[in-house]
């Protein structure tokens, strides 16, 4: 009776593993790490960037706000006196 019990147990087992398998993930988003999502920020400011330049306007709020997460401040110099 154990060997009929411990054979069926691990086919059991190894069903089980093929059918989660085919299912696909489970539900978990991959992960990224610390690089990679610094990387993938950056990428996106710039392109944000460039289309403020290409359009000729200021900030707009998603940008300001992307500078208060981000901890970056673009800083526009400006003469002091004029003469």
Do not use: H
């Amino acid at each position: 009776m154990n060997r009929r019990k411990k054979i069926n147990s691990t086919l059991k087992a190894k069903a089980k593993k093929a059918n989660a398998k085919k299912a696909g993930g489970n539900g978990k988003a991959k992960y990224v790490s610390k690089a990679d999502r610094a990387a993938l920020e950056a990428k996106e400011l710039e392109a944000k960037q460039r289309e403020t330049q290409q359009t000729g306007t200021s900030q707009t709020d998603d940008e300001q706000n992307d500078v208060a997460s981000t901890g970056v401040v673009k800083l526009e110099t400006q003469p002091l006196c004029s003469q």
